[in-house]
T-cell receptor, first 115, second 109 residues
Framework: GAGVSQSPSNKVTEKGKDVELRCDPISGHTALYWYRQSLGQGLEFLIYFQGNSAPDKSGLPSDRFSAERTGGSVSTLTIQRTQQEDSAVYLC?????????????FGPGTRLLVL | DAKTTQPNSMESNEEEPVHLPCNHSTISGTDYIHWYRQLPSQGPEYVIHGLTSNVNNRMASLAIAEDRKSSTLILHRATLRDAAVYYCVPMEYGNKLVFGAGTILRVKS
């Protein structure tokens, strides 16, 4: 398909384990964003990539959260030593070049549940 | 980041127009005004955006105040499929979308 894809769609893990969430942006999009949405809450920005660089990491909630992007394409969000408060839907979005006029296209999200 | 204020919820009858307001009094001169909506259990979906002039597309119209401190999203004929949370989001280059609480739109048949 031509849209943003994310995997896994659902992830259940135990407190203290590490998890990796994957995002495949739309081909050719240089800008990639991660957001999360906790139950009943609004969307919260986590990190922005332009190519493989992350000029804005201001939304990462703690040093347990990290992300990388390789080849200007796939991105992985890693949460180490997961806590119950990390339970949320993690959304990835991409846009052509990060311009203010551009549409961000969102993936379906990964639903993370930490037991 | 510009702050936005939207009504918590609104209700409309099917086939009637809906005007969803947003105040963004701290917007900068180069921020575009984007509107996204989120249907239940889905990721946000782009609706429309503009800078200074009113904009129309197949989904909606966007009316932007002359001073750019507010805007109104107009759905010309609401359908049940339009029931969603609607977010107005000022955005500058390379920046993230900063979502507020949005407006829950309920559409009655």
């Amino acid at each position: 398909g031509a849209g943003v894809s994310q995997s896994p769609s659902n992830k259940v893990t135990e407190k203290g384990k590490d998890v990796e969430l994957r995002c495949d942006p739309i081909s050719g999009h240089t800008a990639l964003y991660w957001y999360r949405q906790s139950l009943g809450q609004g969307l919260e920005f986590l990190i922005y990539f332009q190519g493989n660089s992350a000029p804005d990491k201001s939304g990462l909630p703690s040093d347990r959260f990290s992300a990388e992007r390789t080849g200007g394409s796939v991105s992985t969000l890693t949460i180490q030593r997961t806590q119950q408060e990390d339970s949320a839907v993690y959304l990835c979005a991409s846009s052509l070049s990060g311009g203010a006029r551009e549409t961000q296209y969102f993936g379906p999200g990964t639903r993370l549940l930490v037991l | 980041d510009a702050k936005t204020t939207q009504p918590n919820s609104m209700e409309s009858n099917e086939e009637e127009p809906v005007h969803l307001p947003c105040n963004h009094s701290t917007i900068s001169g180069t921020d575009y005004i984007h509107w996204y909506r989120q249907l239940p259990s889905q990721g946000p979906e782009y609706v429309i955006h503009g800078l200074t002039s009113n904009v129309n597309n197949r989904m909606a119209s966007l009316a932007i105040a002359e001073d750019r401190k507010s805007s109104t999203l107009i759905l010309h004929r609401a359908t049940l499929r339009d029931a969603a949370v609607y977010y107005c989001v000022p955005m500058e280059y390379g920046n993230k979308l900063v979502f507020g609480a949005g407006t829950i739109l309920r559409v009655k048949s």
